[in-house]
C-alpha cells in the first residue's frame, strides 16, 4: 500500500503485518520489542533531519521496522548527527537499562562500517571527507568487506541463529544496493 502525506512517499508493506501477526500468534514480544525500538531507532533519524529542516523522500514500514530515504543536500556535520541519531538513542535505551540485549545488538549492528548500514553511511562519508574518491572507494569496500566477514564468522561460531540471520539479511542488502 503506498500513499503520499505532504509529498513524502509512504509505503506500508504487508510483511510487517505478517511478522506483527506471527509474533502475536506465536506469542513472542521479542520480535515485538525488535519493531518496536528499530522503528524509534528510525524516528531518531527522522527526528533529526526534520530538525535540520529537511524532509525525507520516503518512508518505509516493513517488517525490518521503519526505512526513511533522503536525499537532500545536508553538511558534513547534520549528516553525521542524522545518521548516528538511530544507534545514539539504542545506546541511550541501553544505558537507561530499557530492553538492554535488544538496544545494544540494534546499535552494535547498526554502527558496522558496512554499506548501507548507519556506520557504514557515516564511516564512506568520513573517508570520502579523509581521501581523494578513487582511493576512498576503495578503502571503504575493503572496511566493509572485512567487518561483514568478521561478523558472519562470529555469528556463525557463536551458534547465534538469529545474528546468522542478520548477517545474510546484511550480505543480501549490501549485494542489491549499490555503494553510491
Not at 558472519?152 to 555503494?179: E, P
Amino acid at each position: 500500500m503506498v500513499f503520499y502525506i505532504n509529498k513524502i512517499r509512504i509505503k506500508v508493506e504487508y510483511s510487517l503485518l505478517l511478522i506483527i501477526a506471527f509474533s502475536l500468534f506465536l506469542e513472542n514480544k521479542s520480535i515485538l520489542y525488535v519493531l518496536l525500538f528499530s522503528s524509534i531507532h528510525e524516528c531518531a533519524h527522522l527526528i533529526a533531519l526534520l530538525s535540520f529542516k529537511e524532509k525525507p523522500s520516503e518512508i518505509n514500514f516493513a517488517f525490518y521496522g521503519i526505512g526513511m530515504k533522503y536525499s537532500c543536500r545536508l553538511t558534513f556535520i547534520k549528516e553525521l548527527i542524522v545518521l548516528l541519531a538511530g544507534a545514539a538513542v539504542n545506546i541511550l535505551f541501553y544505558l537507561l537499562d530499557i530492553q538492554r540485549e535488544i538496544n545494544y545488538s540494534l546499535a552494535l549492528i547498526n554502527l558496522l562500517p558496512v554499506y548501507p548500514l548507519d556506520g557504514g553511511r557515516a564511516a564512506k562519508l568520513i573517508i570520502n571527507k579523509l581521501l581523494c574518491f578513487d582511493i576512498a572507494d576503495r578503502v571503504f569496500k575493503i572496511i566493509s568487506v572485512v567487518f561483514i566477514t568478521a561478523f558472519v564468522i562470529s555469528s556463525i561460531l557463536s551458534k547465534n541463529f538469529s545474528l546468522i540471520f542478520i548477517s545474510i539479511y546484511i550480505i543480501i542488502f549490501a549485494i542489491n544496493n549499490s555503494f553510491d
